[in-house]
């Protein structure tokens, strides 16, 4: 059975931090694009970050620029978004999805993504 399961959501404080994992199983991440996602209550879903290993690419949604980072550890077969200084307005289910080849241009709607997990929630909050 092919799927993803993300973990490590929950509550943190403002400028405290988080990793998020999403682990793999049935197939392997490695060779799949990876994007994380996240929506809000009362908001659309939003494309934070997603990272190809066929190109090398990775992109971030400029919401997160430089606050979080997306990383692999192929052994694993488990992607991790690291998610520093956050704020209230981080506050949302995250979810990971994959798919193949590349991230595309569209990446941070979603389309083409083949396997979704059914999320973590994060809450920033003091």
């Known amino acids: 059975q092919l799927q993803l399961v993300e973990s490590g959501g929950g509550l943190v404080q403002p400028g405290g931090s988080l990793r998020l994992s999403c682990a793999a199983s049935g197939f392997t991440l490695d060779y799949h694009v990876i994007g994380w996602f996240r929506q809000a209550p009362g908001k659309e879903r939003e494309g934070i970050s997603c990272t190809s290993s066929s190109d090398g690419t990775t992109y971030y949604a400029d919401s997160v620029k430089g606050r979080f980072t997306i990383s692999r550890d192929n052994a694993k077969n488990t992607v991790y978004l690291q998610m520093n200084s956050l704020r209230s307005e981080d506050t949302a289910v995250y979810y990971c999805?994959?798919?193949?080849?590349?991230?595309?241009?569209?990446?941070?709607?979603?389309?083409?993504?083949?396997?979704w997990g059914k999320g973590t929630l994060v809450t920033v909050s003091s």
């Open positions: 999805a994959a798919k193949s080849y590349f991230c595309g241009i569209r990446w941070d709607s979603g389309y083409g993504m083949d396997y």
